[in-house]
Structures are given as C-alpha cells and as structure tokens.
C-alpha cells in the first residue's frame, strides 16, 4: 500500500533549519496495524503526516497504491485524503458547534470518490454512540469525543486509519477502549498506522518503527494482534453506506451544506456579526433613503410642472441695458391682449393664448385681511392650467369684457379670510374695490414660484382697468396641442410678434419664449446629478460597512485556523474553503442589505413627511441596493477567504 524511498524533509525556523526526515524508507502492506514510535523530535509526526499526505516530502519518493503522490498538487493531496485516509487525532478536532452526527458527516462534504460511503448513524451505532448522535463536543467525555473522531474517519470508507497519539488525552481505562476499537477495525481488514509515546500502546501493534534523528532506527514485528487474513481496497465494508456517486452532494445541496456552516458561525458570534451587519445596514438604508427621496422629488417637479400645464410657452417682454444699468422687462416692448389673440388666430399648433397681467393685492374680508398676488387672466387661462372650481364656479368670457367686478380664490387666501365658511356670494375689497366671489379654485400646492394657492384670480380687463391701470399685459402664456409641435410654435411666435411690434431681425432681446418642458428637463438634470452624488455618499458608506466586514472575516479565519486545517485534513480542496468564508461574507453583506431596505425605506418616509414630499421606492432602488449588499460582502470577504484558502493543514492544524 505505501512506499516510502530515501524520504526527506526539513524545515525552517526563523534561521534555522530542522531536519525531520533524513533519508527514511519503509513499506507498509494492506492490513498492516503499524505503531511509529520515539522520543519527542525524532520525526514520528513528520513521517505520520506525509504517510497522511499532510505534508510532502522535500525529496524522495512516496508511492501510495502505486501511485507517485510526492509532488502531487495540494488539491489533488486532498482529494486523496477524501477518498483513501482517514484521521485520528490527539486533540479529536471535532467541530465545536457541530453535534456528533454532523462532526462524523464533514468527510461527506468534501469527498469526490464514486466509492461507498458510510451512514454518519450507523457509523456512532458502530463506535457505541448511537444514543449521543445529536450531542455536541462539549457535552460528550473525552473517549466519547475520540470515538465520534474515529467514526469520522471511518466516514469514507478509507484504505488507511493514520491516527496521531489517540489515547494522549484519555485515562488508562477510556485508552483501553479505544485502542480495543482500533484492534476491532484491524481485525477487520482495516489498514492502521498509529503514532504514540506509550511504550504499552506500541506494544498492542503487529508491527513496530521506532523512530530517531528523523531516521529508521528500528523496524520490528509483534504477534500480539494478528492481521485480518483477506485485507480489501475499502475494508470496513458495513451496513447503512450507500453508493452516492461522484460529488455526493449535488451542487445545490453543497451550497446548502455551506449556507448552513455560514450560519452556524455567524451565530457563535453574534454581537460581531451585528456589527458587521450593521455597517452594511446604514448604506443600503442611505441608499434606499438618498434615492427615493431623490425619485420622490423628481415626481414632485414633474406634477408642479404638469400643474403649470401641458406643453405650455410662457412669452414675456424683453429687458436691455442703458449705459451698465439693467431696465425691467418691457422697457424694450410691451405685450398685449391683441398679441394673444394674433397667436392664438394665426398659428395652427396654438390651442389657446391666455394673456395674464399680475401685481400684488391687499384682501380684506371683515376683520381679516391677507396679502397676497392677483393674477388677471382671460377663462383660457383656467384650462390650460387645469383649474377648476371645488365650489362657485370660473368667470366668463361675457364678463372679461365687461370688466366685472369678480373674483375667484385660491385655497390659500380662502383659509385666511373665511376659515372653513363658504365664501362664494361674499365680498371682499381688493386694493379698496369690491369684489364678488364667485368660486374658490382647486388646489395645487407649492410650484417653482411658491405656494400656487396664494393667489386671487380676477378677469383681465378689470385686473388692467380697475385695479392696476395696464394698457398692456406681462406675461402671454400660449398652449401648444402637442411636445413635438413646440419647436415650430416658438417659430412662428417670433416672427408674429417681430411682425407686430416691427422689431428687427437681429434684435433678440425683445421678448424671451421660455419653454416648460426646457424647464423640466433642467430640473430633472439636475436632480439626476443630485441621485448620483447622493448614490455615491451613500456608497461610500457601503465601502466602510465593507472594511468592517473584511476586518470581522479576517479576526474569524485566525480564530477558526484548526477549524480550517481540519476540513483541509478530511479532504477539503482549496476552492472549497473559499466557498465557505465567501459564503459567511456574503450572507453578512445580504442580511445587513435586506435589513438596511427596511430601514431606508422607513427613514425616507420619515423625512419625507418632514419635507412634504412623496418617498418612491422602486424595485430597482431595491434591486440595486441588494445587489450592491451582495458585491461587497463578495468582494470584501474575498482576501480572508484566500487568505484560509492558502493555510497549510499541519501549520493549521497545529495553531494554537
């Protein structure tokens, strides 16, 4: 089974350099039960873990089964131990968290062979523990823990049991037990290979090394135990294993098994994990809360100017300069009413022109007065701004004409004259003359130039004639009947009014055509580039909360390096290792992401109420922030799961 020709191995400590193994060679047949033994340095453990392929040797060559493994690749080393060795050790090295069945089930998990594998229940029924499958370490003796250790390395169905100063740590009657367990399974046909210090232990072997200066010093035979007449490739061949396939697990099943493990040592140490978490937690809650507050208020600027109305061109007088001094607008030309109505007359596109005068009013109802703006419009200006009235009703064209004396109120001013009563049929004084309420307009809330309530609406003509004495009028607001007819609009505007007020071509600061959507689309830039910026602080939070999970993953893969040289030892590959605390990082950052929406998503709706506000939570906001929660667990977990990767299983192994 194993030949082992001119073995050396050396290592270095510091400066120095220790010679383990100077020019050992030895065969060990199937079935053989094999005690190694010397006193402290004389390279027993060196050749136990080279013969375990723990270790390789510096030079020489190692055939096992006929294979050359001396050079072989440290996964293709641990696929090897998966399948062919199973290991006994000093320290048992159960998993502390695990119950006994789960400890006896690890080899399972790792192991690639296609050949038989043994039921974790039936192989603790076989070491007399059936009644203690579901204890943990900590509740079981020290005998009970080495026989969950041998029940382990069982698991697989080995060609050979390496086992490392099994009764050490055991009183004389529990090493009586277990080495009358070890001389049961040789019996069998099981390969043994033991190294002890016990003089008594080594006695009980067929066969015994004794080792010096890490050379052969003796090799001599015992009759005390004979050897199983017919010894197989897989020896202990019991009830309850079952022929699994390559693999064993399926893929979904190992990532069961690691979500599991993930968990498990997330929970030992919870109070670390939170912390972890929590720094994942506050930037995806700042990501939810910055974008939802950042959609919530781009909502917010497309009603306000959907509220101004749809596909509307505000056209205003032009301002110039005389010598340095800015003049106010009009000083160039001045609008009229005849001017809204060319545009609305001439150009096609144009559905209505509403030419609006306005200035400031003192109301008075009573003994409640409240200054606010009066606007003097035609009734086109009611639809294209999509007022209508909650009571009363709008003026007519009838008494536009007439410059009656009417008037309708805003929301605004309505509370501060008449409180909760109805005020259509009242009067009030506007700048000293009456007016009649005739209705009270819809509401619609605060816009780009403030509270959109706050504010009278008289007709033009009584606006220009009784109260601000106008000939002309500030501003012509003209509604285009569909977005992709504006351009052409704005056109055919200019030249009208050019025409009219006979402005030169050249002359551009006549008048000024400002279009909504121009507007909107500013707004909506610039809200865009607030989203990033704000994505990005709260990113950078994310990048901190990763730090912290980096940090936490690299204290747990020094806490856990035993833990790590133990999987290495049943048969776990590189890949798999890293699988693992990938896993455990990204199950913080996707906890800490899943808790972190909750939480952002509370916060916008808080400060949303706060500013008024509507918090919009896109599934893409969600879908984004988890995804970004994943990314850094991933990433960030990514150099302390290579880092428990690379560790060498006896330096692991042996870390105190």
Known sequence: MIQLRDIHRTYRMGEVEVRALHGVSLDIDAGEYVAVTGPSGSGKSTLMHIIGLLDSPDTGSYRFQGREVSALADDELAEFRSSRIGFVFQQFNLLARASAEENVALPHVYCCDAGPHKKPAALLSAVGLEARTGHTPNELSGGEQQRVAIARALANSPSIVVADEPTGNLDTKTSGEIMNLLEDLHRRGMTIVLVTHDPEVAARANRVIRMRDGTVESDSLNKVVEAASEPTERQVESEGHTGLGKGWLSAARRSAVLGKEAVRALLAHKARAGLSMLGVLIGVAAVIAMMALADGASMAIEKTVSDLGSNLLVVRPGASQARGVSLEAGSVTRLTEEDADALAGEVRCITRASAIVFGKGQTVHGSRNWRTQVFGVTPDYFEARAYEATSGRLFSHIEDRKSERVVVLGQTVKEA????????????????????????????????????DDAVVVPLN?????????????????????????????????????RRHRIAADEDSAFQIMDLSEIQDTLNSTMKTMSWLLGAIAAISLLVGGIGIMNIMLVSVVERTREIGLRKAVGARRKEILSQFLTESLAIGLVGGAEGIVVGWLIALGMARLAGWTATVTLETVLLAFLFSACVGVVFGLWPAHKAAQLNPIEALRYE
Do not use: C, H, W
């Open 417 to 452: 004259l008449f409180g909760s009563a109805n005020p259509v049929g009242s009067y009030i004084k506007i700048n000293r003359s009456r007016f009649l309420v005739i209705g009270v307009l819809s509401e619609k809330g605060a816009s780009l130039r403030g509270d959109q």
């Open 462 to 498: 009584t606006a220009m004639r009784r109260l601000f004495g106008k000939r002309y009028v500030d501003v012509i607001e003209a509604e285009v009947d569909a977005a992709e007819n504006i351009a052409i609009a704005k056109d055919r505007i200019s030249t009208i009014l050019r």
